[in-house]
């Protein structure tokens, strides 16, 4: 597995740029977010086109491709919150502009959608970067905004536990796996299968979240993960919140304990109420035994 460019911690008086590549965003939702952001210490700047709607859209493929872009080029911005997920990040990431990101690395945040934008910066960059929560869910309770503090502005390592489950949770195989973390959105891990930026799982760690989805398609999207390689030389699946996604636990149960490899479910990661930010690109530990995942920072 590949050694991830780390970018610096966020400091106080730092710039973060809002962007919004994926679903539109209102001004409330980055108003709010910015305001958490200067709580922290933090300067903020919202793309030209953040407010923008083109249809499920916060703009055109080029106009959100081009706030992304000015983030990464410009030497000032020193990490990228992405305001909101919904749809629209795997339409622009074959085209930006890596160069700019390898020339100067910054923090990324976000999940949902920008998994998509995750993997592309892993597969072209090597970047580490944190699934957390974007702008318009990073006021849901105090843990979630301090986790997201911890990971952009400290080098302390992540342990996020896991609920306590019950005896029959089908979604529990023993063990202990170390491992690079690496995944997000079920669903975008599976829209990625077959595409430049699949991701090479083998000795990694895969963290799995999802909503709204019924338990044909957590199968369906499982089953492409298999078929397409991805779950060959796994280390180990940290399995987050899957949220209105009625009888997943069996359908994951099905696949993933025959693996033969540590299986944890339960943990507050993703579309759950409690939205705790863990780096990804970087070592994990995770310890099926007593319920926990400690990742390391994203950051130097």
Request: hydrophobic share 45%.
């Amino acid at each position: 597995m590949r050694a991830a460019i780390r970018p610096g911690r966020l400091r106080p008086g730092d710039l973060v740029a809002l962007v919004a590549p994926a679903g539109p965003v209102t001004e409330t939702q980055a108003a709010d977010a910015a305001g958490i952001l200067t709580i922290w210490g933090l300067r903020t700047r919202a793309g030209r086109h953040t407010l923008g709607r083109r249809f499920f859209l916060s703009g055109t493929d080029d106009e959100r491709r081009f706030d992304l872009e000015e983030a990464f080029r410009d030497p000032e911005v020193r990490g990228v919150l992405c305001l909101r997920g919904g749809y629209g990040t795997q339409r622009i990431v074959d085209d930006l502009d890596y160069g700019a990101v390898r020339a100067d690395p910054k923090l990324v945040i976000g999940f949902s959608d920008i998994t998509a934008l995750h993997l592309a910066l892993w597969h072209e960059a090597g970047l580490a970067t944190v699934h957390g929560p974007t702008g318009s869910t990073l006021l849901n309770d105090p843990p979630t905004t301090a986790a997201a503090r911890q990971a952009l502005m400290t080098t302390v390592p992540l342990t996020v536990s896991a609920a306590p489950a019950a005896e029959d949770t089908p979604v529990h195989r023993p063990g202990q796996a170390g491992g690079t973390l690496l995944g997000g959105n079920l669903t975008l891990l599976a829209a990625t299968a077959g595409t430049p930026h699949q991701p090479d799982l083998t000795g990694a760690i895969l963290l799995i979240e999802e909503v709204n989805e019924a338990a044909y398609r957590v199968d369906r999207m499982i089953v492409q993960l298999r078929r397409s390689g991805m779950l060959d030389g796994l280390a180990g699946v940290a399995v987050g919140a899957f949220t209105a996604c009625p009888d997943a636990d069996r359908v994951l149960a099905e696949h993933l304990i025959p693996l033969n490899i540590p299986v944890l479910s339960g943990l507050p990661i993703g579309h759950g109420p409690t939205q705790l930010a863990v780096p990804l690109g970087v070592p994990a530990h995770l310890n099926a035994d007593t319920a926990t995942l400690t990742v390391q920072p994203a950051v130097h």
